[in-house]
């Protein structure tokens, strides 16, 4: 506060006056990462969960500076600056805002009318604001709010609760919106499992060494063991030793051709390798083959859809092959 003379603590062989900072947000984890900000740069930390905390926490200890977020449980921040504000003894202390306009732009105009030095506005990831919080504490606060709508006109508590009302029902229609969007990724979700759980043609997923990540439900007719066992089947299980050296090539050729900068990510190959059940018997298997992709399009596993084509024996002569690119 002013005319206060702040200790002085050495940081990294540099003389820093500590202040006293009063840390006010519901969130247990915002909380934490501005503690430790704060300590980081040599500030001492009061912590409190929202504005009654805040105000008994700020009588108590008279902080330096108190930054607060906006919406909280019982006391709002716009309600704890008007609070703070309205004391003599606590209306000098610097008060910055740390939060998410929920409303838009009306909630930093509040802010500023309501005394605030400054209003940051929180981001995810979180990130140090310390070297914005002392650009601010060295800026008149006139001049950081020039181009905001400040004036000096008193807020009743009136205002606040209106404010308070406006803030829950935008976020009931956010809370809404993403039900919503949650009910048809769900939707979307269910009809690709029934898709995938009926179908004939077994389904499944492999990483780059041949080892099985998903194996759907039609595994129990064409491999003839249950979705647990087949997941545990080796490429020497499942393949014969030709199909084996029909399943390397394949992989070889496809990691050749991602050299080539103008790849196709979503192409794919159409194999037929004979392949064993779980009692030993073989039979022919039409395998098709897609690469599984990270964001950098980098081949990290396989999808693939198996059916069995033991029907075609004789025109196939069993023997394993390799189609084109598809």
Not at 34 to 50: C, F, N, Q, R, S
Not at 195 to 217: A, H, L
Not at 222 to 246: D, G, H, R, W, Y
Not at 318 to 324: D, E, F, L
Request: aromatic residues 6%; charged residues 30%.
């Amino acid at each position: 506060m002013t005319g206060t003379v702040r200790p002085v603590r050495m940081l990294n062989n540099v003389e820093v006056k500590v202040m006293k900072i009063l840390i006010v947000q519901c969130q247990p984890e915002d909380r934490a990462y501005l503690a430790k900000t704060m300590t980081d740069h040599g500030h001492d930390v009061i912590e409190a969960a929202d504005g009654v905390e805040a105000l008994e926490a700020a009588a108590a200890h008279g902080p330096d500076l108190i930054i607060s977020g906006a919406l909280m449980l019982r006391m709002n921040g716009f309600q704890l600056i008007k609070q703070i504000k309205e004391r003599t003894e606590l209306a000098a202390i610097p008060f910055i805002f740390f939060a998410v306009p929920f409303t838009g732009r009306r909630e930093i105009e509040l802010a500023y009318t309501l005394g605030a030095d400054a209003y940051i506005v929180k981001h995810r990831p979180l990130v140090d604001i310390w070297p914005e919080v002392e650009a601010i504490l060295r800026t008149p606060r006139i001049a950081r709010a020039e181009d905001e709508t400040l004036k000096d006109v008193p807020i009743e508590e009136s205002q606040l609760n209106g404010y308070s009302l406006e803030v829950v029902h935008e976020l009931e229609r956010k809370i809404t919106a993403l039900e919503k969007a949650k009910a048809e990724i769900e939707q979307s979700e269910n009809l690709y499992r029934v898709m995938v759980e009926n179908v004939g043609d077994v389904v499944w997923m492999m990483d780059m060494i041949f080892r099985f990540i998903y194996v759907s439900p039609a595994s129990t007719r064409i491999l003839q063991c249950s979705m647990a066992e087949a997941l545990t089947m080796t490429v020497e299980e499942l393949f014969t030793p030709a199909s084996l050296k029909v399943m390397g090539k394949v992989l070889a050729e496809e990691l050749a051709a991602d050299e080539d900068f103008s790849k196709d990510l979503l192409r794919s190959r159409l194999v037929v390798l004979e392949m064993r059940r779980r009692d030993g018997m073989t039979f022919l298997g039409e395998v098709r083959i897609t690469f599984l992709r990270d964001p950098e399009g980098r081949a990290i596993g396989m999808v693939g859809v198996t059916r069995d084509i033991t029907d075609r024996e004789s025109e196939m002569n069993r023997q394993p092959m390799i189609s084109t690119l598809v």
